[in-house]
């Protein structure tokens, strides 16, 4: 446990966070997410982060805006790995999830004029429609990073009661993310907007972009051991097996 606890305290040395009055830090290996005021966790969410094989990523950004109603442009991975193959079995996939697919130009191709077997398939945009089927559910909240992930929510709301939620392709699925966005936008970093009407922009459908005035620093750890302000240690599972390669042993 000391080696544990020695391995995360060397993995955040390289990190030179920008602390200040509001920030926001994801714990990966503890799937869960604070919201942080004043030096004090003023909310905690449960999250879904990256699987074995598409971690999530250790970072540093800024919380500059809030999306309602996002559209998803879907990475070329999960085109290549994903799409294409479902494609292939079943034509009509991407009519039925809303997802448009789009030329150079931005212009709307027809889904069934594209070889799926080919490499090709992947220089196209796909992008799903707003909307409750939508991979990113009712709110993006964006911070721009060289990883090109960010924190949303999912219409597979279901999978925050498991006890393993390491299940996304990198980025973090938030419970709860409508109360993230209302704190956010309680007028201390952003315009003062409440969760009730965050919701009722929900319900309309209508897509939007809230910019924040003030932008809230976020990072994503990997804090495998920690202390938290009680003095109680906490311990969780190294599913990324981070620990191992800094030489510890299970």
């Known amino acids: 446990r000391f080696l544990q606890l020695s391995s995360t305290a060397q993995r955040l040395t390289a990190f030179d966070f920008a602390f200040g009055p509001r920030y926001i830090v994801v714990n990966i290996p503890s799937t869960a997410v ?18 074995p094989e598409h971690h999530s990523p250790e970072l540093q950004a800024k919380v500059v805006a809030v999306n309602i109603n996002p559209t998803w442009t879907v990475p070329v991975s999960i085109i290549k790995n994903e799409i294409a193959p479902k494609m292939l079995k079943d034509p ?11 030329n150079a130009r931005g212009e709307e191709v027809d889904a069934r004029s594209i070889n799926w077997a080919s490499e090709r398939a992947t220089q196209y945009t ?3 429609d707003s909307g ?25 709301r279901n999978l925050f ?17 409508v109360d993230l966005a209302a ?4 007028g201390a970093s952003g315009p003062q907007m409440s969760k ?9 459908g209508e897509r939007e972009e809230v910019r924040l005035t003030q932008h809230v620093p976020v990072a994503w750890v990997y804090m495998t051991g920690w202390a938290s302000a009680d003095g109680v240690v906490h311990f969780r599972d190294d599913v990324y097996h981070l620990d191992e390669a800094s030489g510890i042993a299970e």
């Not at 009661?161 to 993310?177: K, P, T």
């Not at 704190?183 to 309680?186: G, M, Q, R, T």
């Open 196 to 204: 009730d009407e965050i919701d009722q922009k929900i319900a309309s």
């Open 126 to 128: 796909l992008r799903q």
């Open 92 to 102: 009509t996939y991407l009519q039925r999830s809303h997802i448009r697919v789009l």
């Open 132 to 156: 409750a089927d939508n991979s990113l559910g009712s709110i993006r909240i964006s911070m721009p990073n060289p990883h090109s992930v960010y924190m949303h929510d999912t219409p597979s």
């Open 183 to 186: 704190w956010l936008l309680d």
């Open 34 to 51: 604070d919201a942080v005021e004043n030096d004090r966790v003023v909310r905690r969410y449960a999250a879904i982060v990256g699987d």
């Open 161 to 177: 009661a498991n006890d393993y939620r390491f299940l996304s392709h990198g980025c973090v699925r938030v419970q709860g993310v």
